[in-house]
C-alpha cells in the first residue's frame, strides 16, 4: 500500500553553549503515493536535516511527520525502527558495507528483519537483475563504480518492500551521464513499483528530469511548492528564478 | 649447562612465554572487546547513550592505563593469589597480564570501531536495524581489519609484559633472561632469550599483517 507522507510545523533548532541554530522553520509538506517529490535548495539550506526528519533520524524539535495516519513522534524507538523498516533510503556516498559483497550488501536489510538467508538470497539475486548488476553479485564495493555503488544502495532499499525512498543527494557524487541513468532507474521503480519517491538535490536538472513535484528551501522554510510546471513556469520568489535560472522572468 | 639441557629449557619457557601470551590475549578480549565497544556507544550522542557510565569506564580505563606493569604486577599480587592459588608461574602471571590489556586492548577496540564510517552507521539505523544488530552486523565486520591489526599489537605489547613478570617468577622467556642472564650473568643465555622474543614478535607480526589483509575487501584486485 502506497504511503502518504506529511509533515505538519516541523521545526529542528540546533543548540549548543551559546548559539541556537534554527535549521528547519515550520516546514509543512504533503507528498502524494506515487509522487516523486523533489526538495532543493543551496547548500546548508537545511535539505539534509529535513530528508532525515522525515525517517526521524534526526527528531525534530517541534511538529511532526505523519506515515498515513501514523505520528511518528508518538512512538518509541523500538515503534520508531519498525516504520524505519518501510522507508527506504539511498545517500550521496552510498553508505555501503565495504567488508561485504554485493549481494550480501543488498540482503543486509532483509537479515536485519530475520528473513531466512536462503530467501533473502533469492530476492537478493532478483533485485540486482532489476537494478542491472546481476553480475557483480560476488563484487566488493570498493571494486564497482560510483553509479554501480548507487544501483546497489537503490537494490538494497528495494529490498524492504518499501512504499517510501528518501535519496539524500543520491546523484551528486555521479558524472552527468551516470546521474542520467540513475534517474532513469529510479523513475522505473517509482513507475513501476508506485513507491513514492523523495528527494533533496542542489541540482535542477534533476528535479526537472523526474519529479512531479518540487518544494523550494531557503534557510530553513520551504518557500514555494508545487507541481514542478506550474512552479518552474510561474516563479514567485528570487531563489526559485536563482535555481531556474530564469532570473528576471526572461528564460 | 649442556647445551641439550639449554635447548630443552628454552623450548619449554618458549611454550611458557606464547602459553601465557594466548591465554592472556583471549581473556583480555573477552572482557576488552565489549568493554571498547562500549566505550564508542555509550558516549552522548552515540549508539546506546549513557554519558554517566561513558565517563565512568573512561575514567577506570585510564587509570588502569597510567600504572606501569611492573607496578601492576605486584601491586595485585593478592588478588593474583586468590584468582590463581599463587602468585608465581605462568598461570598465575595470566591474571597481572589480563588486567593490564584489558583496557589497553579496549583503548585499541574503540579506535579500530571509531574508524567505521557513519554514514554506514546512519544507512542502518535508517533501515531499522537496532543497536545491537549494528554493533554485530555493522561496527564489528566493518572494523575487521583494524580490530586484526589491533589484535596483533595486543599480542606483542603483551609477550613483552609477560617477559617482564620474570622479575616475580613469573614462567617463560623473561624469566630465564633475568634468572640467567641478569643474577647469574650469564649474558649469552640473557641473548639467545632476546633474541627468541624478537623472533616471536616477528612471527606474530607477520601472520597477524597476512591475516588482516587477507581478510580486507576494501583493497581492489
Not at chain 1, 20 to 33: F, Q
Not at chain 2, 96 to 112: G, K, N, Y
Request: proline letters at 4%.
Amino acid at each position: 500500500m502506497p504511503s502518504t507522507v506529511q509533515l505538519q510545523n516541523l521545526t529542528k533548532t540546533f543548540k549548543n553553549k551559546d548559539d541556537t541554530l534554527t535549521a528547519l522553520r515550520d516546514i509543512n509538506l504533503t507528498v502524494t503515493p506515487g509522487d516523486i517529490y523533489g526538495i532543493i535548495g543551496m547548500s546548508g539550506a537545511g535539505k539534509s536535516t529535513l530528508i532525515r526528519c522525515i525517517n526521524f533520524l534526526e527528531q525534530p524539535t517541534e511538529g511532526t511527520v505523519f506515515i498515513d495516519d501514523c505520528d511518528l513522534s508518538g512512538l518509541n524507538e523500538k515503534q520508531l525502527r519498525k516504520v524505519r523498516k518501510d522507508i527506504a533510503m539511498i545517500f550521496q556516498n552510498f553508505n555501503l558495507l565495504m567488508q561485504r559483497n554485493v549481494l550480501d550488501n543488498v540482503c543486509f536489510p532483509l537479515e536485519i528483519a530475520g528473513v531466512k538467508k536462503k530467501d533473502a538470497r533469492r530476492r537478493g539475486m532478483e533485485l540486482l537483475e532489476i537494478v542491472g548488476l546481476k553480475g557483480k553479485a560476488k563484487a566488493y564495493p570498493a571494486q564497482l563504480s560510483g553509479g554501480q555503488k548507487q544501483r546497489t544502495a537503490i537494490a538494497r532499499a528495494l529490498a524492504g518492500d518499501s512504499q517510501i525512498l528518501l535519496c539524500d543527494e543520491a546523484t551528486s557524487a555521479l558524472d552527468p551521464n551516470t546521474t542520467q541513468s540513475i534517474l532513469q532507474l529510479l523513475q522505473d521503480i517509482n513507475r513501476e513499483f508506485g513507491i513514492t519517491i523523495i528527494l533533496i538535490t542542489h541540482e535542477m536538472s534533476v528535479i526537472r528530469q523526474i519529479c512531479s513535484h518540487v518544494a523550494i528551501i531557503e534557510e530553513g522554510s520551504l518557500v514555494e511548492q508545487g507541481e514542478v510546471e506550474s512552479v518552474f513556469n510561474n516563479p514567485q520568489t528570487d531563489i526559485a528564478r536563482t535555481l531556474f535560472g530564469t532570473k528576471g522572468g526572461e528564460k | 649447562m649442556e647445551v641439550k639441557e639449554l635447548i630443552t629449557m628454552l623450548a619449554e619457557e618458549s611454550g611458557s612465554t606464547l602459553y601465557m601470551t594466548l591465554a592472556s590475549t583471549v581473556f583480555a578480549y573477552l572482557l576488552g572487546l565489549p568493554l571498547g565497544v562500549a566505550l564508542v556507544t555509550t558516549v552522548k550522542g552515540g549508539l546506546t547513550p549513557v554519558p554517566l557510565l561513558n565517563k565512568c569506564l573512561n575514567f577506570i580505563v585510564n587509570i588502569v592505563r597510567s600504572v606501569p606493569f611492573l607496578i601492576l604486577l605486584i601491586a595485585i599480587q593478592p588478588f593474583t593469589r586468590l584468582i590463581a592459588g599463587k602468585s608465581y608461574g605462568p598461570t598465575a602471571t595470566v591474571v597481572p597480564l589480563v588486567a593490564a590489556a584489558i583496557p589497553f586492548i579496549a583503548r585499541m577496540v574503540e579506535a579500530s570501531i571509531l574508524e567505521v564510517d557513519a554514514g554506514v552507521i546512519e544507512a542502518a539505523q535508517s533501515m531499522g536495524a537496532s543497536p545491537l544488530q549494528i554493533i554485530w552486523k555493522v561496527l564489528l565486520p566493518e572494523a575487521k581489519t583494524s580490530l586484526i591489526s589491533g589484535a596483533t599489537i595486543a599480542l606483542a605489547t603483551i609477550l613483552g609484559y609477560s617477559a617482564m613478570a620474570g622479575i616475580v617468577g613469573g614462567g617463560g622467556l623473561g624469566d630465564v633472561a633475568i634468572r640467567y642472564g641478569y643474577y647469574r650473568y650469564q649474558t649469552d643465555i640473557m641473548i639467545i632469550t632476546v633474541i627468541l622474543l624478537i623472533v616471536y614478535v616477528q612471527i606474530l607480526q607477520a601472520i597477524g599483517t597476512r591475516i588482516a589483509r587477507a581478510t580486507d575487501k576494501r583493497i581492489r584486485e
